[in-house]
Nanobody
Framework: QVQLVESGGGLAQPGGSLTLSCAAA????????MTWFRQAPGKERELVAH????????TYTDSVKGRFTISRDNAKSTVYLQMNNLKPADTAVYYC??????????????WGQGTQVTVSS
């Protein structure tokens, strides 16, 4: 059974930092592109950042460039999102996604249950 379990969310002050983690189980982690999404109240889910299977390529949505860093540790089957200089606009539920990167698994798409991040003074 595939499980993606996010942790590390919580309350932060503007300008503060949080680090999210997503631990995967039941998948060959290194064969999956890992992505963080977020969904704020009343808004659609948006892609925040994603990292290639070998961590040699990352992309970010413009609003988090220079503030957030995505990384992965394939040995630990975990992806991270380091969030610095947080803003109230970063308040959202953050979701971890795993999508198969190769022909044999590119139909696989898994989601975590989400972790709440609230940025407020």
């Amino acid at each position: 059974q595939v499980q993606l379990v996010e942790s590390g969310g919580g309350l932060a002050q503007p300008g503060g930092s949080l680090t999210l983690s997503c631990a995967a189980a039941g998948v060959s982690f290194s064969s999956y592109v890992m992505t963080w999404f977020r969904q704020a109240p009343g808004k659609e889910r948006e892609l925040v950042a994603h990292v290639a299977t070998t961590a040699d390529a990352t992309t970010y949505t413009d609003s988090v460039k220079g503030r957030f860093t995505i990384s992965r540790d394939n040995a630990k089957s975990t992806v991270y999102l380091q969030m610095n200089n947080l803003k109230p606009a970063d308040t959202a539920v953050y979701y971890c996604n795993a999508r198969g990167a190769f022909e044999y698994n590119n139909g696989n798409d898994y989601w975590g249950q989400g972790t709440q991040v609230t940025v407020s003074s």
